[in-house]
T-cell receptor, first 112, second 112 residues
Framework: DQQVKQNSPSLSVQEGRISILNCDYTNSMFDYFLWYKKYPAEGPTFLISISSIKDKNEDGRFTVFLNKSAKHLSLHIVPSQPGDSAVYFCAAKFSGAQKLVFGQGTRLTINP | DTEVTQTPKHLVMGMTNKKSLKCEQHMGHRAMYWYKQKAKKPPELMFVYSYEKLSINESVPSRFSPECPNSSLLNLHLHALQPEDSALYLC???????????FGEGSWLTVV
């Protein structure tokens, strides 16, 4: 039973445009969500997070939106840059719990 | 730059060998984690230490033995591994009740 789903295995975006990565979850008790970026042969790098009490969090070029009623979150990257090419993992957890539940990842490719 | 440091970066070991992976963090975090990641899959939780005590063991085979000598160090002792144990092993840390988990760059393990 996959509680966190990233339905798009890959996404290709032109440099300078907006990248939108999507994530759905099934457990309404999740109350904290994170996005990680992963280059090959490296560990995941924390990008941005959002608590369930918010519907938007912004950090520079990265914005995460949370729609609790739809159990959906998205990561917007604008403008997209070649260095953004990586695999992006969505993860969810119960606040205060130690276990992250990851999605399967989306490979983002930024084309020049 | 990650503040979770893992050594070695690469390790090749035979099925009868005993080896260890090491992890260090200097962020004052009191929770430390071992994850395993296979190609094209999300990270899978193996163990969690909280205040130097093992708090979560995700039914990991006994050929993997974690150790937390102090609040900054985490080891993973490996013995009699199988080729299917070849993977990227990720160490991570967080505040004890914190929501954001920070990963190291990982140790690539190949079992021959």
């Amino acid at each position: 039973d996959q509680q966190v789903k990233q339905n798009s295995p890959s996404l290709s975006v032109q440099e300078g445009r907006i990248s939108i990565l999507n994530c759905d979850y099934t457990n309404s008790m999740f109350d904290y969500f994170l996005w990680y970026k992963k280059y090959p042969a490296e560990g995941p790098t924390f990008l941005i997070s959002i608590s369930s009490i918010k519907d938007k969090n912004e950090d520079g070029r990265f914005t995460v939106f949370l729609n609790k009623s739809a159990k959906h979150l998205s990561l917007h990257i604008v403008p997209s840059q070649p260095g953004d090419s990586a695999v992006y993992f969505c993860a969810a957890k119960f606040s205060g719990a130690q276990k992250l539940v990851f999605g399967q990842g989306t490979r983002l490719t930024i084309n020049p | 730059d990650t503040e979770v440091t893992q050594t070695p970066k690469h390790l090749v070991m035979g099925m009868t060998n005993k080896k260890s992976l090491k992890c260090e963090q200097h962020m004052g975090h009191r929770a430390m984690y071992w994850y395993k990641q296979k190609a094209k899959k999300p990270p899978e939780l193996m163990f969690v230490y909280s205040y130097e005590k093992l708090s979560i063991n995700e039914s990991v085979p006994s050929r993997f033995s974690p150790e937390c000598p102090n609040s900054s160090l985490l080891n993973l002792h490996l013995h009699a591994l199988q080729p299917e144990d070849s993977a990227l092993y990720l160490c991570a840390s967080s505040q004890a009740q914190g929501n954001t988990i920070y990963f190291g760059e990982g140790s690539w393990l190949t079992v021959v």
